[in-house]
């Protein structure tokens, strides 16, 4: 933090006022970050609004030439990628015995900067995969190490997923690319469906009754997957298998079966405002209308569970704590709804740019930039902080932690007490 400019007494006025101006013309250092005094990163400051500072990291990347691009939150990893192609994996969530601390760097990797733009990273329980340019790349999630790479000739339209043993990336023209985790594995796993089945299940023949297709190895080529429409959102895992969305309001689930593969459909009929949320396997989804839906798998296919019509236009960002939905309605403010009924639980009229759900609270940016807590049980108003540095927006639907970022690198969790 730098030393506050002081006026001694038989100082002239002009020398002084200059020294004042020309710090004032500096452009911004990074270092202005770590000033965390009235900002929820402040322990003493969270200690009175009823939360613990896990940990506090400054993530290793020169942020004199780029900045912070994409933070993605698993339940105990978080891969922040910068503008210069550093990817770094940080530990996260409950410490545990025989793994690194909470805040930890496990690791970082260079990627070649001018091969952008760069996607958000997939987090897999083995690896994590971060699609740019043309290409994915797949680190092993421990250590970094460098596994493999693959390139596709066309511009990768959002992030990859990784559900099991298969990494899902959509990569123009209406395609999603299925990669194995691993393609050095030999391919002993039987599969009774072909490896094109599981892009076209619909279109398999049906089979004779009591007639059972010979088992095969599954595959580990690329295997270019029909969408369904353009994918313009990152795939998430659904099911053993994969959900996307195409930009018109499809949602596409390609699930494993005992026999191989199954693809369901559910046409949402109208341009959606943001990604599905998958929870307690079950797709929560907001329509540009005004539609909030639960979409559950029943026997062979998606089902409405059930639906509810908001009165306004909602933000396309959902959350989920316990057995709440809450729901951005934009100016309006935000609603509370049951995942199992939908029942409307709760409402204010308060409204900013929502970023998690931690410790009862929802949290969110408001219109002038500060950080605000609204009880998620009342409604009403908990804390309000500046946000000093940490005005790179992290918006955390996986956990209950709030995460907060500086565009030059700084990088707090924080829980409840």
């Not at 993530?59 to 105990?76: K, W, Y």
């Not at 339209?157 to 395609?175: E, H, L, N, R």
């Not at 353009?230 to 499809?250: A, H, I, K, Y």
């Not at 940016?365 to 309000?384: A, C, H, P, W, Y």
């Amino acid at each position: 933090m730098t030393s506050p400019v002081t006026f001694r007494r038989g100082w002239n006025w002009v020398p002084a006022t200059l020294a004042v101006v020309a710090m004032l013309s500096l452009p911004d250092r990074p270092a202005a970050a770590d000033c965390l005094c009235g900002t929820a990163a402040d322990e003493l400051t969270a200690d009175r609004a009823g939360l613990e500072r896990e940990w506090l990291v400054h993530i290793p990347f020169d942020a004199s030439t780029s900045a912070l691009e994409h933070v993605v939150i698993d339940r105990d990893l978080v891969v922040v990628q910068a503008g210069d192609g550093n990817v770094v994996a940080v530990q996260a969530g409950e410490p545990r015995a025989g793994a690194p601390l909470p805040g930890t760097i496990l690791w970082k990797h260079p990627l070649d900067a001018h091969s952008g733009p760069f996607q958000p990273a997939a987090i897999g329980s083995n690896i994590v995969a971060v699609s740019h340019g043309d290409g994915i790349h797949a680190f092993d999630r421990k250590t970094g190490q460098a596994l493999w790479s693959s390139r596709f000739g066309l511009l990768a339209d959002a992030g990859a997923t990784v559900s099991g043993p298969w990494v899902y990336a959509p990569f123009g023209d209406g395609k999603i690319m299925r990669l194995p985790t691993n393609p050095h594995r030999q391919p002993a796993v039987p599969d009774t469906s072909s490896a094109e089945d599981a892009g076209a299940a619909e279109k398999q023949p049906p089979r004779k009754k009591g007639r059972k297709a010979a088992a095969q190895p599954e595959s580990l080529e690329p295997l270019p997957l029909e969408a369904g429409g353009v994918v313009s959102q990152q795939p998430q895992p659904f099911n053993g298998g994969v959900l996307w969305q195409t930009v018109d309001g499809t949602l596409v689930a390609l699930e494993r079966i005992e026999d191989g593969w199954r693809r369901n459909e559910f046409h949402l009929d109208t341009v959606p405002p943001g990604r599905p949320l998958v929870h307690d396997n079950a797709i929560f989804a907001v329509t540009a209308e005004g539609d909030l839906v639960r979409i559950e798998t029943v026997g062979d296919s998606l089902r409405l569970a059930w639906r509810v019509f908001l009165d306004v236009r909602p933000e396309g960002t959902l959350f989920v704590a316990g057995d709440k939905l809450v729901v951005s309605l934009g100016d309006d403010g935000i609603a509370v709804h049951s995942t199992k009924t939908g029942e409307q639980l709760g409402r204010t009229w308060r409204h900013g740019r929502i970023v998690a759900v931690a410790a009862g609270r929802i949290w969110l940016v408001d219109r002038v930039g500060r950080l605000v807590s609204i009880d998620l049980e009342t409604g009403e108003k908990r804390d309000q902080f500046c946000l000093g540095g940490f005005t790179f927006p992290v918006v955390n639907q996986a956990t209950d932690r709030l995460i907060l970022a500086a565009p030059s690198g700084a990088l707090v969790s924080l829980k409840a007490k």
